[in-house]
């Protein structure tokens, strides 16, 4: 494992951190440890999950719908991941962090992937990138991997072709596109994926593959027996409460919490309760 000592600004000490990789996450499947992963796009949020011990942040695209308001991920640009990235890394010493490749940055141009994929390395200083789909990107994905960038896959529901799925219902529970996936997902093993997110399919499948694949695969809405979850985490939280699918567990209604201070601060000030003479100068 790689151990890194890191210097605290305010600290005279050195400390060791038990830095999460690419490397590790494959000994956690070997040890069938399960991986936790959740969404940040910001420096705040991602200061608390890696406090609380994540082993993987995901800077998704998703930041296009809860971070925008638009109502897919497609709208995203690759300054704005870039910013999010960069304000994530910030925050993080142990955790992976990974990142979406935004739509339009890398179907159907390898070279056009690598620059993306570069700039993402570059200016956030993130350790990985993630993109969606299977053989029909497999020249994108080498020659990212061949400037030694890590690439974590995404197959079932990949939300970036939406239009293409007309909707967000369970992916490949027919034969066909079940057998797809399962060869795209040894697809992304054989030519060196580190890792694989596997959206909204059903458990059975999921369980396949994490069997068949010497990589972890982490699940979202893909049952109980991948190697690892990931969760929006404004979903599990509650903050968005419009988004309820099967597979959201919701551990908090922040929400609701937001909501009622809130309300407090506006009683607060309109009472003049707020400021009081403790809190002036
Ligand atoms: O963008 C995202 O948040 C994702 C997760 C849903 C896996 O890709």
Do not use: W
Request: charged residues 25%; glycine residues 8%; proline residues 3%.
């Amino acid at each position: 494992m790689l151990r890194i000592r890191q210097n605290y600004k305010d600290m005279s000490v050195h400390k060791n951190i038990k830095k999460v990789t690419t490397h590790v996450l494959q000994e956690m499947k070997l040890r069938q440890e399960k991986i936790a992963m959740l969404t940040a796009y910001d420096y705040s949020t991602a200061r608390i999950l890696e406090a609380a011990g994540i082993d993987i942040v995901l800077v998704g695209d998703s930041a296009s719908n809860v971070m925008a308001g638009h109502s897919t991920t497609l709208p995203i640009t690759l300054n704005e991941m870039i910013y999010h990235a960069a304000s994530v890394v910030r925050a993080v010493q142990r955790a992976l962090v990974v990142v979406d490749l935004p739509f339009g940055t890398y179907q159907g141009n390898s070279k056009e992937a690598l620059a993306s994929a570069i700039r993402i390395m570059k200016e956030t200083g993130a350790h990985a990138i993630k993109l969606e789909g299977g053989s029909e990107i497999k020249e994108s994905i080498e020659r990212i991997l061949s400037a030694g960038i890590p690439v974590m896959g995404h197959l079932g529901l990949t939300p970036q072709s939406i239009y293409k799925f007309g909707t967000f219902v369970v992916r490949a529970k027919e034969e066909e596109e079940a057998k797809k996936l399962i060869s795209d997902a040894h697809l992304l093993e054989d030519i060196g994926c580190f890792g694989i997110v596997l959206e909204k399919i059903p458990a059975t499948l999921g369980k396949t593959v994490a069997e068949e694949l010497r990589i972890p695969l982490i699940g979202i809405g893909a049952g109980q027996y991948v190697d690892g979850q990931v969760l929006v985490l404004h979903d599990m939280l509650g903050i968005n409460q419009e988004f309820s699918p099967r597979f959201l567990r919701r551990y908090h209604n922040l929400y609701q919490e937001i909501y009622g201070a809130i309300q407090t601060y506006i009683k607060d000030v309109k009472s003049r309760d707020f400021p009081n003479e403790r809190e002036q100068y």
